[in-house]
Every structure is written in structure tokens, then in C-alpha cells.
């Protein structure tokens, strides 16, 4: 019987099945030999193993590298213009819009304490918050990581139409010089953040602070 080359043989049209058979050299770099080998045997082998087909992806979810099973992890879609989170346990993947918006106020007559906000349904990773005094000009914008704040306020109380920037603070209300109200964020929480509050002299007026939390 002559010998037939492989580039010869007739094309396989169809996909292979496990038990196909392909021959494969043995030992290379030592002895070579021509063996067999199946089909399943390969891809067992391969370093990614089996991926999921891509007829098993839908234009309706996300494709994703999966370690643990060495392939393709399909991942649902979320509700639209919701973003792809880490969960608080850090074992799975969540949909979320990453924002909150709220208000609160705070008494600037109270002596120096914490106030908690919750209700945010996540730990933020930093705040931004637009803060006055009703019927005066004691105005703050801030920015806040709960490490780093930085604010800029209205010191019309301290000298006529000026503003100034302070890097300590986050909410900064000036009274006058020496009547003063700040804030800043000590923790962020599962579901909010603590604000700090340092009263400097006789402080008055309700405090209404507006606040943006990103996750």
C-alpha cells in the first residue's frame, strides 16, 4: 500500500467529535514517535480547556475571562444605564448606578460632635457637597474622600467679597473670624458616611448641606 501524506487525506467539513482521532510525535527532542491521540485528549489538555460556544453567547450579555473554569463566563446584562459593580463581599458581580444625591442639615449651634448619614445602599468612595446658611452669605463647595478634603467658602463674614480655599476641610462655614462651623468625613460606611464637626465660638444658623455619594 503507498503511503498517503496527511495533506493527501480528504478535509473533515464537520466539527470533530471527542473521539476523533489526529497523530501526534512523541517525545520530540528525544526518541520520536508517531502516536494517536483523540480529540477530547487535546482540548483536556489545551490551557484553556472547553469555552463556551459562541452560539451560547447573546447579544444580551457580557463575555468575561473566568479563571476558575479556564474558559468564558457569560454575565447577564443589568437594567439600563446601570453600571457593573464588585459586591461589599467581594465574591460577586452587581448592577448599580453608582450615585446618590441627598440633603440634610445640621444646627451650627451644636458644640462639636459626628453626624451619621445613611441610607446611600452602598460605602461611597467620595463626596462632593454644596452647603449655606439660610439668609446669609455662608456658602460651601467641597470635595471629600474620607482621607483627603478640600473645600472652597464664602468669607464674607471674615472680609467683604472674598472667598478662600482650605485643604483640611470639606464644609467650612464662616460666621465671622472667629465664629466658625467645619466639616469634614471621618468614616464611610456600608450604606453612608460620618461627618465631624468643629464649632469655633458662638456659631449660629441651620446648616442645610446637599450631597453627591459615588460608590
Same mark, same amino acid.
Given at each position: 500500500?503507498?503511503?498517503?501524506?496527511? %495533506?493527501?487525506?480528504? @478535509?473533515?467539513?464537520?466539527?470533530?467529535?471527542?473521539?476523533?482521532?489526529?497523530?501526534?510525535?512523541?517525545?520530540?527532542?528525544? #526518541?520520536? %514517535?508517531?502516536?494517536?491521540i *483523540?480529540?477530547? !485528549?487535546?482540548?483536556?489538555?489545551?490551557?484553556?480547556?472547553?469555552? &463556551?460556544?459562541?452560539?451560547?453567547?447573546?447579544?444580551?450579555?457580557?463575555?468575561?475571562?473566568?479563571?476558575?473554569?479556564? +474558559?468564558i463566563?457569560?454575565?447577564?446584562?443589568? @437594567?439600563?444605564?446601570?453600571?457593573?459593580?464588585? !459586591?461589599a463581599?467581594? !465574591?460577586?458581580?452587581?448592577?448599580?448606578?453608582?450615585?446618590?444625591?441627598?440633603?440634610? *442639615?445640621?444646627? #451650627?449651634?451644636?458644640? #462639636?460632635?459626628?453626624?451619621?448619614? *445613611?441610607?446611600?445602599?452602598?460605602?461611597?468612595?467620595h463626596?462632593i457637597?454644596?452647603v449655606? &446658611?439660610? !439668609? &446669609?452669605?455662608?456658602?460651601s463647595? +467641597?470635595?471629600?474622600? +474620607?482621607?483627603?478634603?478640600?473645600?472652597?467658602?464664602n468669607?464674607?463674614?471674615?472680609?467683604?467679597?472674598?472667598?478662600?480655599i482650605?485643604?483640611t476641610?470639606?464644609?467650612?462655614?464662616?460666621? #465671622?473670624?472667629?465664629?466658625y462651623?467645619?466639616?469634614?468625613?471621618?468614616?464611610?460606611?456600608?450604606?453612608?458616611? %460620618?461627618?465631624?464637626?468643629?464649632?469655633e465660638?458662638?456659631? &449660629?444658623? *441651620?446648616?442645610?448641606?446637599?450631597?453627591?455619594?459615588?460608590?
Open positions: 500500500m503507498a503511503d498517503i501524506k496527511i %495533506t493527501g487525506l480528504p @478535509a473533515l467539513a464537520a466539527t470533530p467529535d471527542d473521539a476523533d482521532i489526529l497523530e501526534i510525535v512523541d517525545d520530540v527532542a528525544g #526518541t520520536p %514517535t508517531s502516536k494517536k *483523540t480529540v477530547a !485528549n487535546l482540548k483536556a489538555a489545551a490551557p484553556q480547556g472547553d469555552v &463556551t460556544a459562541a452560539a451560547n453567547i447573546t447579544d444580551e450579555a457580557l463575555a468575561v475571562g473566568d479563571g476558575g473554569a479556564k +474558559g463566563k457569560v454575565l447577564a446584562l443589568g @437594567a439600563a444605564n446601570l453600571k457593573l459593580f464588585v !459586591n463581599a467581594g !465574591n460577586a458581580n452587581e448592577y448599580a448606578s453608582g450615585f446618590k444625591i441627598g440633603t440634610f *442639615t445640621r444646627d #451650627t449651634a451644636v458644640a #462639636t460632635g459626628t453626624q451619621a448619614i *445613611t441610607g446611600l445602599g452602598f460605602k461611597p468612595s463626596v457637597f454644596l449655606s &446658611t439660610s !439668609n &446669609t452669605a455662608q456658602v463647595i +467641597g470635595f471629600d474622600s +474620607g482621607s483627603l478634603a478640600y473645600c472652597v467658602q468669607k464674607q463674614g471674615v472680609a467683604a467679597d472674598t472667598w478662600g482650605d485643604t476641610y470639606s464644609i467650612l462655614l464662616f460666621q #465671622t473670624d472667629v465664629k462651623y467645619a466639616g469634614k468625613l471621618t468614616a464611610l460606611g456600608s450604606d453612608g458616611f %460620618t461627618v465631624s464637626w468643629v464649632k465660638g458662638d456659631k &449660629t444658623g *441651620t446648616a442645610t448641606i446637599s450631597y453627591m455619594a459615588f460608590r
